[in-house]
């Protein structure tokens, strides 16, 4: 068996790791549209930690083993539910989805205002980059006539997520909406009536 | 310490950005030992930046992927950066009687499964001494921690990882 000295392998072991290059695509995207970053509101920075820790969970899981197609639901439920409690750093600031679609240029798929936004009379305010079941997503927060926020998904219906079933959940006093329209996965959390 | 020239202009994409955010998601990675919570936590840290027009520079870009490591432990509540300053200092330590030699664990996962089993903390001095060359004073500095602590550190982390692979039957 070969040897080699233990800080050597360290710094192999770490050599081999690296970013995904669409995500430094899309970091440089990123910063290159640094303008269009606004100051950030504390209260979404514990979305972003939990949402991270919940897809680790989440794709820890989907890579070792096959979920049914209600435990995809279930599963990207509860992500999006704790999601919208925990609240994340916006990205983009936007005043229309057009103007999103302009903005979150490093998405695999093309932004919609799914019917149901329109229907519910929901301004939307803006998003970030997410990831659903280990798929690239748009994270979009929209609010109510009333100032009430909603939390909405949007991905490609790749692997895991091609397979998901569309339904109702509630989770931790948040319902959320999960089904498909135009070609994308929509998961859309709300509070509880 | 690497330092990478920053942007003539506020939304420029700085000179070396590749090598930057290679660097930088390894640092993360040594943090959360989890491929996706390190592109996270760098993706945290260049909106971080972005808005509060900070720098480049590599060490502020480690400086706050660490902030926002512990920020979202914190929030999480869970401990994984513990106090050493009660702990006796470490004295000067030959670090090559650390750097044995062995079997090329690479390959299996086995030196994956010890790095994962330390402490964050300890693959942070690790990853930043033997990866990047930075000096004890220099981790110091970036960690605000005393000197003889990030000798401590790096002392044990390499005594665990020994011990790790001992108990995995790869070293004798």
Known sequence: MNTKKIDDQIRDYYASQGPAPHTVARLKQMIRSGAQVRPRRRTWLGMAAALAIVLTTLIWTAAHRVESPQHVAATIAR???LAHNEKQELEFRVASCAELQRQMKSLDFTLIEPAM???MNMRIVGARYATLAGEMAAQILYVDSHGVPCTLFEARPADQLARV????HQVDGVRVSVWKEKGLVMVLAR??? | MKAFKPANRPHEVPDGIDELLEHSYRYAFSLAHDAIEAEDLLQDACVSILASGGSWEQAYVFATIRNRFIDR?????KILF???DLEPEGSEINHSDLNWSGPDVLQNGQLSQALASLRAE???ALFLAVVEGYTAQEIAGLTARPRGTILSLLYRAKAKLRDL???QQVLP
């Open chain 1, 79 to 81: 992500q999006a539910a």
């Open chain 1, 117 to 119: 936004m329109k229907e």
């Open chain 1, 165 to 168: 079933v569309a339904g109702e």
């Open chain 1, 191 to 193: 509070p509880m009536a």
């Open chain 2, 73 to 77: 432990y914190r929030r999480n509540r």
């Open chain 2, 82 to 84: 513990l106090s050493l």
């Open chain 2, 122 to 124: 300890e693959r942070e």
């Open chain 2, 165 to 167: 692979l001992r108990k």
